[in-house]
Structure formats: structure tokens, C-alpha cells
């Protein structure tokens, strides 16, 4: 047997794999991760380095493989779990190990930072002179240039100072022994949270927050490591719950790491945790260079950090004592990576908790269907937050149905009663948020009329109308002019709806024009502080009507909003996914937590065409567990998950008639090595987006009731394709539990 391992965990370095083989008295006891001491280089030096692997065969001549000198004793070192941690992923996600190792280990800076040091003047400028005059006296040259630049300018650069004034180092630290200078050293890696004073106050917990913190505490203390789910209404109070459960476990040493929806990683969320663990907090966000990043991991190696707070990679955070692990809107879909390797956080946090000894805390107030079945099924703990944190009571909800409203000729976007109400808050000098539901849509033209949706000819998607009268496809970039009569039925009412925040903007500003509108959207947004320029202009009630996409409905707190409209409810329920009701669910649900979270009681109009369905009527009254029944039992008629799993396997060439019968060919396969039957098939079916820039698509579903046989049919199609020469000209890609069935 020999093992790869790898020297140097820099991410340059991270494809040099070197074989080495295993000597008998060390078989068994290696695994993937094992920390290892072994002969590197000419020198045959004695080296550190990592398994990554196993192979059966010599990748060369076998005589000159080295062996493995021995394995480091009992090494807990975070490098070797994070190793391991990558090793499952590969495993259940596909992929290759180098991909795997590339998402989970820390990437280094590779220039070493120097210490930015400057000196300072000490002596008042009469105190200084008078020194001057001894210096000159004693003839003590250098020491007399260097008080005469700092008398000229009292605080200077250490590295000028030297190479200007002609002095050595040791002339400045005798002058700092005589207290004459003092030399500054800047720390060498900064915290990028700048403004540190936290505006966060002790609130007095209430019943059920102290009820859920008590059952963690106490589990905790017992020594018992699980997995936890919060499902607590908007605005219960989940954070202030989150903060004494990580509380608990740094009070005893360990270190906690806290996942938050990138969009709402906002000022106001990192002050409340900066108010609390105050410079031991440190966070991660895009907006970080490479650089700054690295810096912060180098922290956290030195011990400097407890809590660090970011979007789904802070979940890799090098933390050698490992606490606790919280997912904060776990059931957002930016949890799951869309780039190879394809993991969902949530699942990879239970496992990296699982290894290291530490719990997990979810937290949601429209959990996943995963989640809250995990919790039915008793594999996680449910704590419920029921009431809102301080008392306010939930929004009031109507559905206005629009097919009624047209009937009464009102062709607007909104419906009489949201003007209605809109015209009341403006009045009463109110906040109104209206929330376009346009996830997956951007815009598309169709006919009111009898239904015809433009697509595009390259890539059947519906093309977006843009400015100017052109219709535009997202994918491929194809262009045409804006159609004035139905292709279909010869109707005039083909631009249709208008789905865009932008002729939201327009409409509303004239039908409102007292009134002032803010709109945030990704054109608004693309500086780099658009987003929370437009939050803080609105929190501090700047204006009186924000529109927004999906963007809007995250994580914020506007207590002067007592009015949410959610504009074309529907359009999140055509998208033909079997995730649909309940991203539908979700989003209104949490558009309408929005209303309502100051001292005037809240209410919120949902528009739709489809008024009738489970989704829309469920989340008006906020009843989730309603919505699970009828989603679980859907999802177990049909096999879906959670209740089964599911893998979706795409094939992608630009050879129609070739990608068909590759795909059947693989379908066969499966076949074959499913002789228990345990695995349903699917397909191979043209997906709803079955062309994109001339590339065609194919998609195969293996449905079945363990994971685990659904990963041994994944190696297995891995090895079948790789000797297969047909499929060199094929693409074909994994996907467990797809998030996004476009
Ligand atoms: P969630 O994340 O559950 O929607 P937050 O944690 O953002 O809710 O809390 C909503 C608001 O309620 C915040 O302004 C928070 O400071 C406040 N809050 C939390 N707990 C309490 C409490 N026990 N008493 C009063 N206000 C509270
Ligand atoms: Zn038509
Ligand atoms: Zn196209």
C-alpha cells in the first residue's frame, strides 16, 4: 500500500502530491489526515506532512519510493481534521480530493508582513532641546540627529528615520531606554471590524429565549454534542439566544463559528456580537482581499479569535477547540456551493462537529423541509421561539387576488387595496416595503392574453425586456427587438407584466409623487456600499417607500415599517422545481416578518394570481407546521427529499444526438448496477433550461432512501465514464440534493 501526502498545505502547493509507501509496522493505523513525519528532498530531511489518499499501485519506479518514517503521536493538529473534513466532502459531494482541499484549507499570504513600526518623541520640545545641548556636548552625533528630526517632526517611520538620518537601530532603542522616544508597532494582523464600539445593550431575556438557552446549557454541561434547531418566529429574538449559547462554550475555552446569509451580514448584526465578545470577534465576507483573509486565519491560530462570524466558507475556520457551530437562516439556499465541490453547509457542519466534539445550532423562522424533518425523525433537537422578542404582535396578512382585480378593470401592478393602504401609511408618515418575488425570473415578456411566454432560440429561457424596447437572453447574451403583437394570438397586451423593480420605481413615484422611493436591486447595489447605504438612508427614515428584490426581506430591522406588500407572489411558483412551494413559502414568509417589528402593529398585502394554493394560504397565517403536513406528504407521494434522497447527474455536449445516447447509455448503467431495485431512475429528460450557448443538456435523477447507495453509484458511473471513450466529449457533473433544478 503508499499514501499521498502533501508537504506544504499552501494552496499553490496543494496539487504537488508526493507517494510514499507505508511500512508494515504503521498499516491499519494510517487514515486520511494522519500527520506524518517522512524523508523529503535530496537531503532526505525529516519532514511533516498530511494523507491525503491511498493507492494500491506505484505511480512510479518502486524502488525509489521512500517510506513513511513514523506518524506524529495522537496529532489533534486542525490541519489533519480539516484534511479529513475534505475527504468527506469529496466522498459525498464528488469532485476531486485537490477541489475538496482547495474549499477547506485556509489560503495563505504569501508575502510575509512586515511590522509597521514608528517612533515617537517622547520629551516635551523644551525638555527635548535641553537633551539636544547634552548630546551635542558629549559629541554624540547620531543620537543628537535623531532628537533634532523628532523635535523638527515628533512622530516619524521607523524605516525613514533609519535611512535618512544615517542611524542604526540600536541608536533608537538606547534613546528608548532613556524614555527620550518610544517605537509603536502596529499589530501585524488587523481586525477588519473598524468601528468596535458596540451600540449592543443587555436585553432581559424572556421565557422561551431563556427556555431554549437552559436546554442547550444544560446538554452542553452533560457532555451531550447534538445538533439543534430554533425555529422561532421573525423577530423572536434568535440572535440574542445564539450569543448566550456561544457565550457558554468560549466561558469554558472553546471557540465558536457563526454562518450568516452573506446579504445579511450586516453593520448592525456583527455590532451586536461586537458589543458582547467585544475584540475577540472577528468576521469574513467577500469583501475581504485574499490578504485579509489569511490574516484573520492567522488569528485565529494565535488564539486571538472566539467567535468568527461569516457567510458559508467561515465554516472552514482553522479553530483547534471547536465548540459550537450556528447556521443562521439555514434553510437560505447560498448554504449549498454551486461550484464543484457541490457541498451544503449544514450537512458539512454536522459532520466537522461531529469529528471535532461540538454541537450545532440552526435557526429559522421558515426552517428547511431537511431540518424540521431531522427534528420529527429525532435526529435534532426542535427549540421553538413562538412570540416575538419584545412583546409586538405578528402583521396581519390579506391576499388580494389579482385575476379579480383585473376583472374589475385594473390593469396596475398594484391592487386597489395596497394603494389604498400605501396612501394611509404615507399619510400617517409610515414606512411601506414592497417586495418583488422575482427569484429566477428576471423580467420575462408575456402575453396577458393567452399566456405565450417569449424564449429565447438558443437557450430556451424567457428573455428579459430591457430599456430602450430590446428583449435581452441572461445566458447567452441574444438580442432582439421587443414584440408589439402576440405571436400566438395577435393580442396588443404582450409586454405584459412588467416583473422589474425599476418600472416599479416608476409607477410608484406617480402614482405616489409626495412620496420618497428608495429601490434596491443588484443595479443599485453593485458598489461596494450601495446595499448598506440604502438600509441605513431607510432605517433612518429617509424616505417612505423601499422596493426590492429578495435582497430587502433579509435580516433587517425597520421598526417604522408597518406595511409590506408583496407584489406577484406567484412568480417563485412557476419555476418547475419540486423546491417551489416551499422557496414560495419562505420568501413571503419572510417578507412579511418584516412588517410590524416597531410599536405599531403590522400588515402586509400578498398579490397573486394563484390564491388559492397551500403555499400563499399557509403563509398568511404564518402557520409553518400546516405548510410541512401538506409540503411532506407531497414530498413522500413523490419521493422527493428529505423523505427520499436525490441525485441529479448532468450531461452537457454540443453534439445533440451523441449527448442523447450517452445519457442512455448511462442510464443503462445504472441500471445494471442496481439489481436491488433500491434506486428509482429518472430520465435522461431535457431539463427546463436544456440549451445554453449552443450546449446541450441532459439530466438523469437517481432517486433512493439511503445516500449511501446513491454514493456507491456515483463511483461507480465515475470509473464507467473514465473508461468509456464515448463519453469523452460529454461533460458530467454530480449533484446531490440539488438546491437549483434550473
Ligand atoms: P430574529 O433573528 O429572531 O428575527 P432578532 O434576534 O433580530 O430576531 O431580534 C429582534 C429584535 O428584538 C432585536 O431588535 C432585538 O434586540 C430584540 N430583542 C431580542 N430579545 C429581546 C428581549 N428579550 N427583550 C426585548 N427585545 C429583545
Ligand atoms: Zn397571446
Ligand atoms: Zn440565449
Known sequence: MYADIII??????LDKVFQYSIPSELEGILEVGTEVIVPFGRGNKETGGYIIGFSEKADYDETKIKPILRCVEKSRAIESQLVALAAWIKENYGGTMIQSLKTVLPIKRKETVRKKRTVRLLLSEEEGKCKLDVYLHKNQKARARVLAGLLDQPRQDYDLITKKLNVTSSVLHALEEQKVLVIDEEDKF????????????????????????EVFGTDYDRGVRTTYLIHGVTGSGKTEVYMEMIDHVVKIGKQAIVLIPEIALTYQTVLRFYGKFGDRVSILNSRLSAGERSDQMERVKMGEVDVMIGPRSALFTPFSDLGLIVIDEEHERTYKSEQIPRYHARETAVQRAKAEGASVVLGSATPSLEAYYRCKTGEFTLLELKNRAAGQSLPEVYIADMREELKHGNRSILSDRLREMIEDRLRKGQQVMLFLNRRGYAGFISCRSCGYVVKCPH????????????????????????????????SEYISGFKAGTQQIEELVKKTFPQARVLR????????KEGHEKILSA???????????TQMIVKGHDFPGVTLVGVLAADLSLYSNDYQSAERTFQLLSQASGRAGRGREKGEVVIQTYSPEHYSIQKAAVQDYEGFYEEEIDYRSLMGYPPVQQLTAVWLTGNDEAHLHKAAGYLKEFVKRINRSGRITVI?????????????YRQIIY??????????EAKDLMEQYIEMNTGFNSVRIQFDFNPVNMM
Not at 702 to 711: H, Y
Request: hydrophobic content about 30%; proline content about 4%; some cysteine.
Open 8 to 13: 506544504d498545505i499552501t494552496h499553490e502547493k
Open 190 to 213: 488587523r481586525n477588519p471590524v473598524k468601528y468596535r464600539q458596540g451600540r449592543w445593550q443587555n436585553v432581559a431575556l424572556n421565557e422561551e429565549q431563556r427556555k431554549a438557552i
Open 459 to 490: 437557450c430556451d429561457v424567457s428573455l428579459s425586456a430591457h430599456k430602450g424596447g430590446r428583449m435581452v437572453c441572461h445566458y447567452c447574451g441574444y438580442e432582439e427587438q421587443a414584440l408589439t403583437l402576440c405571436p400566438e394570438c395577435g
Open 520 to 527: 434596491m436591486d443588484m443595479d443599485t447595489t453593485r458598489s
Open 538 to 548: 431607510f432605517a433612518d427614515e429617509e424616505a417612505d417607500i423601499l422596493i426590492g
Open 683 to 695: 430520465g435522461p429528460t431535457a431539463p427546463y433550461v436544456s440549451k445554453v450557448n449552443d450546449q
Open 702 to 711: 437517481m432517486k433512493c432512501e439511503n445516500s449511501k447507495s446513491l454514493i
